[in-house]
């Protein structure tokens, strides 16, 4: 199996990748490192990948853009999500006191926004494709430092000069899982512990349900499996009382919401898509009741593909703070 992931190796998107392939029994795995979150994605729209490993939202700063943008754009389907402790540390060849320009990607930069601030006020802000691209770049210069994980400091040969300089302790990313929507060959959707991953989204259709893999020691199980199912509606702009109905659609059926965002359709300002994650799967009755009628308030004249169901998937569940935040070498 490939998993596609934001490149190069140390970056946060190479520890999730990792401990979900760990999480999963995956074996014989090839991780393929790509430029940035959009040659990550379509790698796996395209066939470059198997699945890929996307970042979609942090603690701190909320949900990626362009990761929102390209699941609507493009024909990929979510099949799990994993979640991610992040740890930035101030990175460098040479002291503090020679820092003069301070690189990492645009949510590293934006999530120690006060930290630069305070410490670091006269330092020049490079944004990089990744963290672990910046980490790399750091080590050609003493006066570059870059924002980045421990991973990376050990990877690219570089200093630990500050640990943990988020501005918020509680710092998390949560990643998703996708393959293409179109049908891969046999051959290639078997992972390396037999993992299907056609059918991987339905192992959780069942409350009772448990995921299994194999592992050197036999048949491993991985807990019980809550499900979510992730889409995105479009809204007349004008018509009162639109978002209300939607909302009234999961609500009168007791349907538990865990995120619903709005996103700018680009057409015009004020024109919106919102996406929404709820508890459930869409194979069941009350889900399927659900979303025919969001389809009939979602429905529009000037727009015949007002739904568009991402699908349905293992919800992360946190069994503690390994799962997040893993010491062992198979994750990092």
């Known amino acids: 199996m490939i998993i596609g992931m934001m490149g190069p190796e140390g970056s946060y998107s190479e520890r ?6 760990l999480k999963n029994g995956l074996r014989d795995v090839e991780f393929r490192y790509f430029a940035d979150i959009e040659d990550a994605f379509l790698a796996a729209v395209k066939g470059k990948a198997d699945i890929s490993v996307i970042p979609v939202e942090n603690s701190i700063e909320g949900s990626v ?15 799990g999500e994993i979640v991610v402790k992040i ?11 020679k820092i003069r320009v301070i690189l990492s990607h645009p ?8 930290f630069l601030k305070k410490h670091f006020p006269e330092a020049e802000l490079r944004s990089t494709g990744s963290t672990s691209h910046a980490a790399r770049l750091a080590g050609e210069f003493e006066e570059m430092a870059a924002i980045a994980s421990p991973e990376a400091a050990e990877r690219y040969g570089l200093k630990i000069l500050l640990s943990n300089v988020q501005d918020r302790k509680e710092n998390y990313t949560r990643f998703l899982v996708i393959r293409s929507e179109k049908k891969i060959p046999s051959d290639r959707t078997q992972g390396g512990a037999g993992v ?6 339905d192992s959780c259709m069942s409350s009772g349900h448990r995921l299994h893999s194999e592992s050197g020691a036999g048949i491993e199980r991985t807990g019980l499996s809550a499900c979510k199912t992730s889409l995105i509606v479009y809204l007349e702009k004008d018509r009162p009382g639109a978002l209300y109905e939607l909302l009234g659609a999961f609500a009168k059926r007791g349907i538990n919401l865990t995120k619903i965002e709005s996103r700018p359709s680009k057409k015009e300002l004020g024109d919106y898509y919102f996406y929404i994650d709820f508890e459930g799967h869409t194979g069941d009755a009350l889900i ?5 009628d969001i389809k009939s308030k979602a429905g529009t004249k000037s727009k015949s593909n007002a739904l568009k169901v991402l699908g349905s998937y293992p919800a992360f569940k946190n069994s ?3 799962s997040v935040n893993t010491e062992t ?3 990092q």
């Open 288 to 292: 399927k009741d659900a979303l025919e």
């Open 196 to 201: 299907d991953m056609e059918s991987y989204s």
């Open 107 to 114: 949510q590293g930069l934006a999530q120690c926004r006060h």
């Open 16 to 21: 999730a990748a990792k401990l979900w392939a």
């Open 65 to 79: 853009g362009v990761t929102l943008d390209l699941l609507l754009e493009n024909g990929a389907v979510i099949i």
């Open 87 to 97: 740890e930035h540390c101030l990175l460098s060849k040479g002291g503090p006191e």
């Open 320 to 322: 503690g703070s390994a």
């Open 329 to 331: 070498q198979e994750t």
